[in-house]
C-alpha cells in the first residue's frame, strides 16, 4: 500500500522535477497547488498560507523534501519541516538537482534544508537526526530510478526515526 506524503519544494524552479517524483506511483502525494490557486492562497497572507500547508498535511505520514538548488532556508520549507515534526511526521530531503526540468536541464545542488531547523526538545539541528538522500547518479535516468527503487524504504525509515525522537 501506498504510503500518503505530503511534498514539500521550491515552486518556481522544481516543479517539473517534483512532477517526475510524482509519477514514480510508490507514494500517494498531495496535489500540487494550480498556479491560480496557489495565487488566491499567497494572496490571504501568512495565516491563509499556513492554513493550506496544515490541510494539505492532514492524513500524511510522513514529509518528503524534494531539493533542489534553492530549496534550503526558505521560509515556507522551514515552516512545513517544523509542522511536519511537530505532528509526528516522517521528514526526509531527496536531493533532485540531476533530475532534468522541462528544457532539460540539471542544476546545481542546494544545501540540506534540515540544516536549517533544530529538534525541539535536543537543539540539534534536524540534518543531525533525520536522513537526506543524494542519489549516486549523474544522469537525469539513472536519479530517477534510484529514486524509484528506494523512495518506500526511505519514507518507513523516516517514520521510524521520527518515533525513535520525540
Same mark, same amino acid.
Given at each position: 500500500?501506498?504510503? @500518503?506524503?505530503?511534498?514539500?519544494?521550491?515552486?518556481?524552479? #522544481?516543479? %517539473?522535477?517534483?512532477?517526475?517524483?510524482?509519477?514514480?506511483?510508490?507514494?500517494?502525494? !498531495?496535489?500540487?497547488? @494550480?498556479?491560480? #490557486?496557489?495565487?488566491?492562497?499567497? $494572496? $490571504?497572507?501568512?495565516?491563509?498560507?499556513?492554513? %493550506?500547508? &496544515?490541510?494539505?498535511?492532514?492524513?500524511?505520514?510522513? *514529509?518528503?523534501?524534494?531539493? $533542489?538548488?534553492?530549496?534550503? #532556508?526558505?521560509? %515556507?520549507?522551514?515552516?512545513?519541516?517544523?509542522?511536519?515534526?511537530?505532528?509526528?511526521?516522517?521528514?526526509?530531503?531527496?536531493?533532485?538537482?540531476?533530475?532534468? #526540468?522541462?528544457?532539460?536541464?540539471? +542544476?546545481?545542488?542546494?544545501?540540506? /534544508?534540515?540544516?536549517?531547523? *533544530?529538534? $525541539? *526538545?535536543?537543539? @540539534?539541528?534536524? +540534518?543531525?537526526?533525520?536522513?537526506?538522500? &543524494?542519489? /549516486?547518479?549523474? *544522469?537525469?535516468?539513472?536519479?530517477?530510478?534510484?529514486?524509484?527503487?528506494?523512495? &518506500?524504504?526511505?519514507?518507513?525509515?523516516?517514520?521510524?526515526?521520527?518515533?525513535? !525522537? /520525540?
Amino acid at each position: 500500500m501506498a504510503r @500518503k506524503c505530503f511534498f514539500s519544494f521550491h515552486y518556481q524552479p #522544481d516543479n %517539473w522535477r517534483v512532477s517526475k517524483i510524482r509519477n514514480i506511483g510508490a507514494i500517494e502525494g !498531495n496535489q500540487a497547488a @494550480k498556479d491560480n #490557486d496557489w495565487e488566491t492562497v499567497t $494572496g $490571504g497572507g501568512d495565516k491563509k498560507i499556513k492554513e %493550506w500547508i &496544515d490541510k494539505q498535511m492532514e492524513g500524511r505520514t510522513c *514529509t518528503v523534501i524534494l531539493a $533542489g538548488s534553492k530549496t534550503a #532556508d526558505r521560509k %515556507w520549507i522551514n515552516h512545513e519541516i517544523v509542522q511536519s515534526w511537530n505532528k509526528g511526521k516522517g521528514v526526509l530531503v531527496i536531493y533532485i538537482h540531476n533530475i532534468t #526540468d522541462r528544457l532539460d536541464n540539471q +542544476s546545481s545542488k542546494g544545501a540540506n /534544508p534540515l540544516y536549517y531547523v *533544530t529538534h $525541539g *526538545t535536543t537543539k @540539534k539541528r534536524l +540534518s543531525t537526526i533525520a536522513k537526506s538522500y &543524494d542519489p /549516486p547518479y549523474t *544522469t537525469s535516468k539513472g536519479v530517477y530510478n534510484y529514486i524509484a527503487n528506494n523512495i &518506500d524504504s526511505w519514507i518507513e525509515e523516516a517514520i521510524q526515526i521520527r518515533k525513535d !525522537n /520525540p
